[in-house]
C-alpha cells in the first residue's frame, strides 16, 4: 500500500492527531467507560457516517457486555455548516426505554445535530443518554450540549480523516489533519 504521506494523505497541511494517538485515546476513553457503566447494559449509539472507525474501535476497547445500534441523520439545508433542523434517515432498530444510551460521534461542532438528538431521544423515555465525542471543537459551537466523554479539543480547522469527510472523502484516513486550503477552495 502506498505510505500516507502519498496519496490522499498528501492532501494535508497538518496531522493533528496521529493514529498511535487516537489509538491510545480510544483505550482510554473505552475504558473509562466501561468503568463508568459497571455493571449496567450500555447501548452505544454510533451516529452515521462519521462515527464507524470511532465506534468499531471504542466498542472493540470495551471488555464488558453491551449493546450496538446506529443512527443515521441529515441536517437541512445541505450547506457546511449544520442548520440545526435534523433528518432522521435511519432510526434505531432498539427500543430505548429504560436504556442507558451512549450516543457516539466523531466531532461535536456547532452541537446542533447533538442538541436535536439529545431531545429526540429523550422522548422515548430512556434510564439516561450521555454523549461520547472523539473531537470537540468548542470554539464553533452555537447550542451548548453536555458532551461527557471527550478524546481531544480540536481547534477551529477543517479536519477530516478517521471517519471524517470532506464531500464523502477521506473518511478512511487512520489519522486526523486539516485539510489544505486548495483542495477546498476554487482556484
Ligand atoms: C458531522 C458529525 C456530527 C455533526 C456535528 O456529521 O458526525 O454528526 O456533523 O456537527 P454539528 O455539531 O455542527 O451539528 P455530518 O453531518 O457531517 O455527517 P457525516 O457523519 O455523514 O459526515
Keep these: 500500500m502506498k505510505d500516507w504521506q502519498e496519496g490522499i494523505g498528501?492532501?494535508?497541511?497538518?496531522?493533528?492527531?496521529?493514529?498511535e494517538a487516537i489509538q491510545a485515546k480510544v483505550l482510554e476513553m473505552g475504558e473509562e467507560i466501561v468503568r463508568d457503566y459497571a455493571e449496567r447494559r450500555v447501548l452505544m449509539v454510533g451516529i452515521l457516517n462519521g462515527c464507524f472507525p470511532f465506534m468499531a474501535d471504542l466498542v472493540r476497547s470495551m471488555n464488558t457486555y453491551l449493546d450496538v445500534d446506529f443512527m443515521s441523520v441529515s441536517s437541512y439545508g445541505g450547506g457546511t455548516q449544520s442548520s440545526g433542523v435534523v433528518r432522521i434517515l435511519k432510526d434505531l432498530?432498539?427500543?430505548i426505554t429504560g436504556r442507558d444510551v451512549l450516543l457516539v460521534?466523531?466531532?461535536?461542532d456547532s452541537?446542533?445535530?447533538a442538541s436535536y438528538l439529545l431531545d429526540n431521544l429523550?422522548?422515548?423515555h430512556p434510564a439516561s443518554v450521555e454523549i461520547c465525542a472523539l473531537l470537540d471543537k468548542r470554539e464553533a459551537r452555537v447550542e451548548e450540549v453536555p458532551v461527557k466523554y471527550v478524546g481531544f479539543d480540536c481547534p477551529n480547522e477543517f479536519v477530516?480523516?478517521?471517519?471524517?469527510?470532506?464531500?464523502g472523502l477521506y473518511r478512511n484516513l487512520p489519522h486526523i489533519g486539516v485539510l489544505k486550503k486548495e483542495v477546498y477552495t476554487d482556484p
Excluded: S
Excluded at 11 to 18: A, K
Excluded at 105 to 108: S, T
Design 160 to 167: 477530516v480523516g478517521y471517519g471524517l469527510d470532506f464531500q
Design 111 to 113: 452541537g446542533l445535530t
Design 10 to 19: 498528501a492532501e494535508l497541511r497538518e496531522i493533528l492527531f496521529t493514529r
Design 93 to 95: 432498530n432498539e427500543n
Design 122 to 124: 429523550n422522548t422515548r
Design 105 to 108: 460521534e466523531d466531532i461535536i
